[in-house]
């Protein structure tokens, strides 16, 4: 696993693409942090990063089905697959080695935004006026939806031996779990709408962004990365 880990890793960042998509999505966060009025910080006027965990999860949708969208389509694309099988590791080692990478990538990813909360910090009367419970409750909901997309492009690489199917599928995968949920919450009435909004992950984001880290929005996050790396099992056994 450790080896698979690293060939991971390393076939990522082998690529001038791997290092565009991370560019990529740091440049995107930081136009929307600190340069586009409608949403930046010195604008706003307030020792606030709202708008860095408002908008991240939309970049998140694209960003992290571009990551995984390789792991396995690229893999049965390239014949390597049955090699990999032969291995002396099993389907689900192969399955949470990949994902691991995946996991360590969307982590790299995410890590330099901790830059701006130091910014944020200094810029503040008096310096240190920022609610730190909140920015970090928001960043760790950061990392818990990073690890569900993650699962989720896994799995959609796993449909298919093509990257840009897999990567679309992923992103309509992702898209559905984070916003369709509350769109189809907010057409029905009563406590039905209640239960399926709990089914979203922007609802247990919000929850985790208030700076109490409640341990059934971590729970259910844990519980929607199980569910999508066991689908991930099923499907390549069955294939």
Same mark, same amino acid.
Request: glycine share 8%.
């Given at each position: 696993?450790?080896?698979?880990?690293?060939?991971?890793?390393?076939?990522?960042?082998?690529?001038?693409?791997?290092?565009?998509?991370?560019?990529?999505?740091?440049?995107?966060?930081?136009?929307?942090?600190?340069?586009?009025?409608?949403?930046?910080?010195?604008?706003?006027?307030?020792?606030?990063?709202?708008?860095?965990?408002?908008?991240?999860?939309?970049?998140?949708?694209?960003?992290?089905?571009?990551?995984?969208?390789?792991?396995?389509?690229?893999?049965?694309?390239?014949?390597?697959?049955?090699?990999?099988?032969?291995?002396?590791?099993?389907?689900?080692?192969?399955?949470?080695?990949?994902?691991?990478?995946?996991?360590?990538?969307?982590?790299?990813?995410?890590?330099?935004?901790?830059?701006?909360?130091?910014?944020?910090?200094?810029?503040?009367?008096?310096?240190?006026?920022?609610?730190?419970?909140?920015?970090?409750?928001?960043?760790?909901?950061?990392?818990?939806?990073?690890?569900?997309?993650?699962?989720?492009?896994?799995?959609? !690489? *796993? &449909?298919?031996?093509? %990257? $840009?199917?897999? /990567?679309?599928?992923? =992103?309509?995968?992702?898209?559905?779990?984070?916003?369709?949920? !509350? *769109? &189809?919450?907010?057409? %029905? $009435?009563?406590? /039905?709408?209640?239960? =399926?909004?709990?089914?979203?992950?922007?609802?247990?984001?919000?929850?985790?962004?208030?700076?109490?880290?409640?341990?059934?929005?971590?729970?259910?996050?844990?519980?929607?990365?199980?569910?999508?790396?066991?689908?991930?099992?099923?499907?390549?056994?069955?294939?």
């Amino acid at each position: 696993m450790k080896s698979l880990f690293f060939k991971e890793i390393n076939a990522f960042f082998g690529s001038l693409l791997g290092y565009l998509v991370l560019a990529l999505f740091l440049i995107a966060i930081g136009l929307i942090v600190w340069v586009f009025p409608e949403s930046s910080v010195l604008e706003y006027g307030y020792a606030d990063l709202e708008a860095l965990f408002t908008y991240t999860p939309y970049v998140f949708t694209f960003l992290v089905p571009a990551i995984a969208m390789r792991s396995i389509a690229d893999e049965r694309k390239t014949g390597t697959w049955e090699l990999l099988r032969t291995s002396p590791l099993s389907l689900l080692q192969i399955v949470f080695a990949k994902y691991f990478a995946l996991l360590f990538l969307v982590v790299l990813a995410v890590l330099p935004t901790l830059l701006y909360f130091f910014s944020i910090v200094q810029l503040g009367d008096p310096v240190g006026n920022l609610d730190q419970a909140g920015f970090f409750g928001s960043w760790i909901g950061l990392l818990m939806i990073g690890a569900v997309f993650a699962a989720v492009g896994l799995f959609a !690489s *796993a &449909l298919t031996s093509q %990257q $840009v199917l897999a /990567f679309v599928l992923g =992103v309509f995968l992702c898209f559905v779990l984070y916003f369709g949920f !509350s *769109a &189809l919450a907010d057409l %029905q $009435v009563g406590d /039905f709408a209640y239960w =399926v909004e709990e089914l979203s992950l922007s609802f247990h984001y919000i929850n985790l962004s208030r700076g109490v880290v409640d341990s059934s929005d971590v729970f259910f996050m844990l519980g929607m990365v199980w569910l999508f790396l066991g689908l991930s099992v099923l499907t390549l056994k069955n294939k």
